[in-house]
């Protein structure tokens, strides 16, 4: 009876959790919307004058070339060139040492940009659309397009661009292009580029591949005639930037490597060629991006020709990424891409309000039709319509499509939150039994910060608030518990000291960023490392092991990177996954061992001064009077969230630690390296929920929080901080509950459901010779 009761209970609580996360999926479908995809392609023969003309013929498609001896295009992508890496700063030049120290590695080191600006080159602050990463901004600079903010889950999977785009028209006028560089660009157009030398583009370690492989081609093309536009990516900048940061040794050795290829093409450059340099992305100060601060969105656009093609009277000084693709097209005799929105840059167009008529039209053309096929922008499309002038067409275009991809399904985010409220009432209803009396006071507390998402300065202070959260319940129970105060108090410190270890986030006034700059925390960590492995309670010869090689690799990874061949610690690692691997399997020792193998484990994929607060939560938990005790739950689910913070995250995309995902490996791998990331990312979930008696309460808990989110994102989605604060912050709330869902929840049920069908098979197989007296099935024990 006891045993269906028990299955019963728990059949209730999956039932519960399955409407959670059907609630959880329903409402990312309404939050997280992306706009479609036309299939149409511009062509010549949609505008007059020239409907019969061709790019070949050297006349334009649409409106004339405006520089007729300008046939072809040589466009150089330098991956994360952020703006700063390529103004001149006479100031720099004149005190070097009156500037911040930073700067020395990566200002005024691509002086060609500075000494051929005048009459024949330009430069210009150019503007990326969020999300910066490099598939997404690929294919603005391409399109002309908006990416939405869900198109950077594929920036991992290159699929097949099908929408019109430059290569597309190239190719469709009989035109070649070729190319040389990240490979990312084969999977985004198989069929577009005539001649391709692609290089592997995920391994952030190779510094020099990529480039070296751009340059043994690029002049050897450059000087044929078989091409119309030639395109070299570069990859150097961004991999110094994620295997290091931008202010690194090695930064500025690259920029010179760059300086040297871009004299060499000025140069060589054939006359009846434009030179166009930009970068995709820029980069923040830890050598990140994907997000939207100034540092990772602003980025150079650089414009040389022997010929000067470049207007006296009219400057910009910033433009929109986007705006490469129409100036591209009308300087080649291209059509326009359909789904263009970018404007003209006007330097390059003697004949400015014929260029933006043609853009213009292009652009309404554009809009009346994705009008015909999908709904989003018909309301905005009359008003459009009655502005006559081009350039304010354009932009108001522009901010209405920006606007409108924003835009939600209403009736889908509230039925999404009714699930999961639903799933949320059945999941409390089955733990009454369970929480009771004072740990229903303590789950009540947990559960009330729930309110912080109303707010972007409490999310922005989420660090801190669950910090404080922690140490007040502890401080409660150390009152409470005179035997384990001790214990409570070195708890205490010990999260106080990790609690130093921050991550910064753009809009936390007067935070400084200890994670990535403090060699002190470094050195704590490996004592840590060390003290936890070697002399703490359940540590074994396998754990000693496992601890003086962690030392050894994270001494060759932070103290002497760029010094020691690869070899080693690819292979240090791979010798650590193993032994853990071998360790487990062996060990006897009891819970303790087996749960200071998993620390050494993630302790693999996180740097030592981030394994501070996983060792903090460690103590924190086993210094608690007794695994059952009332605020078990609770402490867990604050330690969840603070180990998050500490180790070196925060509720932004750009936190994310990829480059883990080459730990132990040469290159990416599409299966190890997500599996890296996650560990680094979410991996301190697995001890903290396998430490406490009613993982089904961490789960109530991380449902409150999800609808908390859920509410206020949706509450807020016109909100200014919409992509920047709530839509990260309920991305997390989803990742923590699928984790800690998975972790307590679905896997044990599975796995008991196996075992449960493989001793009913057992029990059928003997029933014929059960002795009498004895019952004849397992449910009846």
């Given at each position: 009876?006891?045993?269906?009761i028990?299955?019963?209970?728990?059949?209730?609580?999956?039932?519960?959790?399955?409407a959670?996360l059907?609630?959880?999926?329903?409402?990312?479908?309404?939050?997280?919307?992306?706009r479609?995809?036309?299939?149409?392609?511009?062509?010549?023969?949609?505008?007059?004058?020239?409907?019969?003309?061709?790019?070949?013929?050297?006349?334009?498609?649409?409106?004339?070339r405006?520089?007729?001896?300008i046939?072809?295009?040589?466009?150089?992508?330098?991956?994360?060139?952020?703006?700063?890496?390529?103004?001149?700063?006479?100031?720099f030049?004149a005190?070097?040492?009156?500037?911040?120290?930073?700067?020395h590695?990566?200002?005024?080191?691509?002086p060609?940009?500075?000494?051929?600006?005048?009459g024949h080159?330009?430069?210009?602050?150019?503007r990326?659309?969020?999300?910066?990463?490099?598939?997404?901004?690929?294919?603005a600079?391409?399109?002309?397009?908006?990416?939405?903010?869900?198109?950077m889950?594929s920036?991992?999977?290159s699929?097949?661009?099908?929408?019109?785009?430059?290569?597309?028209?190239?190719?469709a006028a009989?035109?070649?292009?070729?190319?040389?560089?990240?490979?990312?660009?084969?999977?985004?157009?198989?069929?577009?580029?005539a001649?391709?030398?692609?290089?592997?583009?995920?391994?952030?370690?190779?510094?020099?591949?990529?480039?070296?492989?751009?340059?043994?081609?690029?002049?050897?093309?450059?000087?044929?005639?078989?091409?119309?536009?030639?395109v070299?990516?570069?990859?150097?900048?961004?991999?110094?930037?994620?295997?290091?940061?931008?202010?690194?040794?090695?930064?500025?050795?690259?920029?010179?490597?760059?300086?040297?290829?871009?004299?060499?093409?000025?140069?060589?450059?054939?006359?009846?060629?434009?030179?166009?340099?930009?970068?995709?992305?820029?980069?923040?100060?830890k050598?990140?991006?994907?997000?939207?601060?100034?540092?990772?969105?602003?980025?150079?656009?650089?414009?040389f020709s022997?010929?000067?093609?470049?207007?006296?009277?009219?400057?910009?000084?910033?433009?929109?990424?986007?705006?490469?693709?129409?100036?591209?097209?009308?300087?080649?005799?291209?059509?326009i891409?359909?789904?263009?929105?970018?404007?003209?840059?006007?330097?390059?167009?003697?004949?400015l309000?014929?260029?933006?008529?043609?853009?213009?039209?292009?652009?309404?053309?554009?809009?009346?039709?994705?009008?015909?096929?999908?709904?989003?922008?018909r309301?905005?499309?009359?008003?459009?319509?009655k502005?006559?002038?081009?350039?304010?067409?354009?932009?108001?275009?522009?901010?209405?499509?920006?606007?409108?991809?924003?835009?939600?399904?209403?009736?889908?985010?509230v039925?999404?939150?009714?699930?999961?409220?639903?799933?949320?009432?059945?999941?409390?209803?089955s733990?009454?039994?369970?929480?009771?009396?004072?740990?229903?006071?303590?789950?009540?507390v947990?559960?009330?910060?729930?309110?912080?998402?109303?707010?972007?300065?409490?999310?922005?202070?989420?660090?801190?608030?669950?910090?404080?959260?922690?140490?007040s319940?502890?401080?409660?129970?150390?009152?409470r518990?005179?035997?384990?105060?001790?214990?409570?108090?070195?708890?205490?410190?010990?999260?106080m000291?990790a609690?130093?270890?921050?991550?910064?986030?753009?809009?936390?006034?007067g935070?400084?960023n200890?994670?990535?700059?403090t060699?002190?925390?470094?050195?704590?960590?490996?004592?840590?490392?060390?003290?936890?492995?070697w002399?703490?309670?359940?540590?074994?010869?396998?754990?000693r092991?496992?601890?003086?090689?962690?030392?050894?690799?994270?001494?060759?990874?932070?103290?002497?990177?760029?010094?020691?061949?690869r070899?080693?610690?690819?292979?240090?690692?791979?010798?650590?996954?193993?032994?853990?691997?071998?360790?487990?399997?062996?060990?006897?020792?009891?819970?303790?061992?087996?749960?200071?193998?998993?620390?050494?484990?993630l302790a693999?994929?996180?740097?030592?001064?981030?394994m501070?607060?996983?060792w903090?939560?460690?103590?924190?938990?086993?210094?608690?009077?007794?695994?059952?005790?009332?605020?078990?739950?609770?402490?867990?689910?604050?330690?969840?969230?603070?180990?998050?913070?500490a180790?070196?995250?925060?509720?932004?995309?750009?936190?994310?630690?990829?480059?883990?995902?080459?730990?132990?490996?040469?290159?990416?791998n599409?299966?190890?390296?997500?599996?890296?990331?996650?560990?680094?990312?979410?991996?301190?979930?697995?001890?903290?929920?396998?430490?406490?008696?009613?993982?089904?309460?961490?789960?109530?808990?991380?449902?409150?929080?999800?609808?908390?989110?859920?509410?206020?994102?949706?509450?807020l989605?016109?909100?200014?901080?919409?992509w920047?604060?709530?839509?990260?912050?309920?991305?997390?709330?989803?990742?923590?509950?699928?984790?800690?869902?998975g972790?307590a929840?679905?896997?044990?049920?599975?796995?008991m459901?196996v075992?449960?069908?493989?001793l009913?098979?057992?029990?059928?197989?003997l029933?014929?010779?059960?002795?009498p007296?004895?019952p004849?099935?397992?449910?009846?024990?």
């Amino acid at each position: 009876m006891l045993h269906r009761i028990l299955r019963a209970s728990a059949t209730i609580r999956v039932a519960a959790l399955v409407a959670v996360l059907a609630g959880l999926a329903c409402f990312r479908l309404g939050f997280l919307l992306t706009r479609t995809t036309l299939p149409d392609k511009s062509a010549c023969a949609d505008f007059a004058p020239f409907p019969n003309a061709s790019f070949v013929d050297g006349t334009g498609c649409w409106a004339p070339r405006p520089h007729a001896p300008i046939r072809r295009a040589v466009v150089v992508i330098i991956d994360a060139l952020r703006y700063d890496f390529a103004a001149w700063d006479p100031q720099f030049e004149a005190r070097p040492d009156a500037v911040t120290p930073d700067w020395h590695f990566y200002r005024n080191k691509l002086p060609v940009l500075h000494n051929a600006t005048n009459g024949h080159a330009r430069l210009f602050r150019c503007r990326a659309d969020p999300p910066t990463t490099t598939l997404q901004r690929l294919k603005a600079m391409t399109t002309g397009s908006l990416p939405t903010f869900i198109d950077m889950s594929s920036n991992f999977g290159s699929d097949e661009i099908a929408e019109d785009s430059i290569p597309y028209q190239v190719h469709a006028a009989g035109a070649n292009l070729t190319f040389m560089g990240d490979d990312t660009w084969m999977g985004l157009f198989p069929r577009y580029l005539a001649h391709a030398w692609p290089f592997p583009s995920f391994d952030v370690w190779d510094l020099d591949t990529v480039d070296n492989g751009v340059v043994t081609h690029i002049y050897d093309e450059l000087a044929k005639d078989n091409w119309h536009v030639l395109v070299g990516h570069f990859l150097g900048v961004d991999h110094v930037g994620h295997r290091y940061k931008p202010a690194h040794p090695t930064m500025p050795v690259k920029l010179r490597q760059l300086n040297g290829v871009l004299v060499k093409l000025t140069e060589e450059l054939p006359d009846d060629t434009v030179l166009i340099v930009l970068g995709d992305h820029g980069m923040d100060a830890k050598g990140d991006h994907g997000g939207d601060s100034v540092e990772e969105t602003d980025t150079a656009l650089w414009m040389f020709s022997k010929t000067n093609i470049f207007s006296s009277s009219t400057v910009a000084d910033t433009v929109n990424q986007i705006d490469v693709v129409p100036t591209l097209s009308l300087l080649l005799g291209l059509p326009i891409p359909m789904e263009n929105l970018g404007s003209i840059i006007p330097d390059v167009f003697p004949d400015l309000h014929a260029a933006r008529t043609v853009n213009a039209r292009q652009i309404r053309r554009y809009i009346d039709r994705y009008s015909e096929i999908a709904p989003d922008l018909r309301e905005h499309v009359p008003r459009l319509r009655k502005i006559a002038d081009p350039l304010e067409f354009m932009k108001a275009t522009l901010e209405a499509c920006r606007s409108v991809w924003a835009q939600f399904h209403t009736p889908g985010m509230v039925a999404g939150i009714a699930l999961m409220l639903l799933g949320l009432i059945v999941l409390i209803a089955s733990l009454r039994s369970e929480i009771r009396g004072e740990a229903a006071k303590w789950t009540a507390v947990a559960a009330a910060p729930a309110i912080i998402y109303a707010a972007n300065s409490f999310i922005l202070y989420e660090d801190a608030l669950f910090f404080y959260l922690l140490q007040s319940a502890l401080v409660v129970a150390a009152v409470r518990a005179p035997a384990h105060r001790a214990a409570l108090m070195v708890a205490m410190i010990a999260n106080m000291a990790a609690f130093q270890i921050t991550v910064c986030r753009e809009e936390q006034i007067g935070c400084r960023n200890t994670f990535h700059t403090t060699a002190v925390g470094t050195w704590v960590g490996f004592a840590a490392l060390i003290a936890k492995t070697w002399w703490s309670t359940g540590a074994t010869w396998r754990t000693r092991i496992l601890g003086a090689l962690l030392v050894a690799y994270w001494l060759v990874e932070e103290e002497f990177a760029g010094t020691i061949d690869r070899v080693w610690p690819v292979w240090i690692a791979r010798m650590h996954v193993a032994l853990v691997s071998v360790f487990s399997i062996m060990h006897r020792r009891g819970q303790r061992e087996g749960t200071l193998l998993l620390y050494c484990l993630l302790a693999q994929f996180h740097r030592p001064v981030g394994m501070l607060a996983l060792w903090a939560a460690d103590m924190t938990l086993t210094a608690l009077p007794a695994p059952a005790h009332p605020m078990s739950h609770v402490a867990a689910h604050c330690l969840i969230r603070f180990a998050y913070f500490a180790s070196g995250h925060q509720a932004t995309l750009s936190s994310i630690h990829w480059s883990v995902g080459h730990t132990g490996m040469y290159t990416t791998n599409f299966v190890l390296s997500p599996i890296a990331v996650a560990l680094n990312t979410v991996g301190h979930v697995i001890p903290l929920v396998a430490a406490v008696p009613s993982p089904w309460a961490l789960v109530a808990l991380e449902t409150v929080h999800l609808i908390g989110s859920s509410a206020m994102a949706m509450h807020l989605r016109r909100h200014l901080m919409v992509w920047k604060v709530f839509a990260p912050r309920w991305m997390l709330s989803g990742l923590l509950l699928v984790t800690v869902a998975g972790v307590a929840v679905v896997l044990p049920s599975l796995l008991m459901a196996v075992s449960d069908v493989v001793l009913d098979r057992v029990l059928e197989v003997l029933a014929p010779h059960t002795p009498p007296g004895r019952p004849e099935s397992f449910h009846e024990c």
